[in-house]
T-cell receptor, first 110, second 117 residues
Framework: DAKTTQPNSMESNEEEPVHLPCNHS???????IHWYRQLPSQGPEYVIH???SNVNNRMASLAIAEDRKSSTLILHRATLRDAAVYYC???????????FGKGTKLSVKP | GAVVSQHPSRVICKSGTSVKIECRSL??????MFWYRQFPKQSLMLMAT?????????EQGVEKDKFLINHASLTLSTLTVTSAHPEDSSFYIC?????????????FGPGTRLTVL
């Protein structure tokens, strides 16, 4: 599976937008871009996924570069509950395995 | 939404004993379930994938005789850590994938923290 690169940590202020970057320069045409997050001492939860077009859901937006070599998860208004480790994962095809990297630890300051 | 539960949430056992962890999909049928292990301050590591009614597929380096996985029904998978030792202490997390729920989305349980004394 193609690898992803994310910053180890990021900080945000409460109620401000957060842009979490992910590089995936070796992505293949059939790789889906998934984002999961893990709150402390909990199992991960799905955030969003996309293939080529930008995606929006109730939790976040996913902006995918035109060449698909990078993507950005956007939290429109960070809350304290958004403090978590965010994982950007590529999955080949329809229902492949999730291979978790180190992710980005997001801290949200009040 | 789709909910996955795990039981127990925490377990402490003596070295040499076996521990069983249950993973249940509460409101959907899970065709595939996954078991992960997470050590402190590390990421999740996939241990094995199980499909209902068939043998689990283990990742390289995971001992199948030590980590017994049973996926006997579409809503239940169990992980048994046999002859547990202190190095098996970890956070064990399951996830489930169902055809009837959101495409491509794995639903994770809350995790089970195992401490082996």
């Amino acid at each position: 599976d193609a690898k992803t690169t994310q910053p180890n940590s990021m900080e945000s202020n409460e109620e401000e937008p957060v842009h979490l970057p992910c590089n995936h320069s070796t992505i293949s045409g059939t790789d889906y871009i998934h984002w999961y997050r893990q709150l402390p001492s909990q199992g991960p939860e799905y955030v969003i996924h996309g293939l080529t077009s930008n995606v929006n859901n109730r939790m976040a937006s996913l902006a995918i570069a035109e060449d698909r070599k990078s993507s950005t998860l956007i939290l429109h208004r960070a809350t304290l509950r958004d403090a978590a480790v965010y994982y950007c994962i590529l999955i080949r095809g329809s229902q492949g395995n999730l291979i978790f990297g180190k992710g980005t630890k997001l801290s949200v300051k009040p | 939404g789709a909910v996955v539960s795990q039981h127990p949430s925490r377990v402490i056992c003596k070295s040499g004993t076996s521990v069983k962890i249950e993973c249940r999909s509460l409101d959907f049928q899970a065709t595939t379930m996954f078991w992960y292990r997470q050590f402190p301050k590390q990421s999740l590591m996939l241990m094995a994938t199980s499909n209902e009614g068939s043998k689990a597929t283990y990742e390289q380096g995971v001992e199948k005789d030590k980590f017994l996985i049973n996926h006997a029904s579409l809503t239940l998978s169990t992980l048994t850590v046999t002859s547990a030792h202190p190095e098996d202490s970890s956070f064990y997390i399951c996830s489930a994938l169902g055809l009837a729920v959101a495409y491509n989305e794995q639903f994770f349980g809350p995790g089970t923290r195992l401490t082996v004394l």
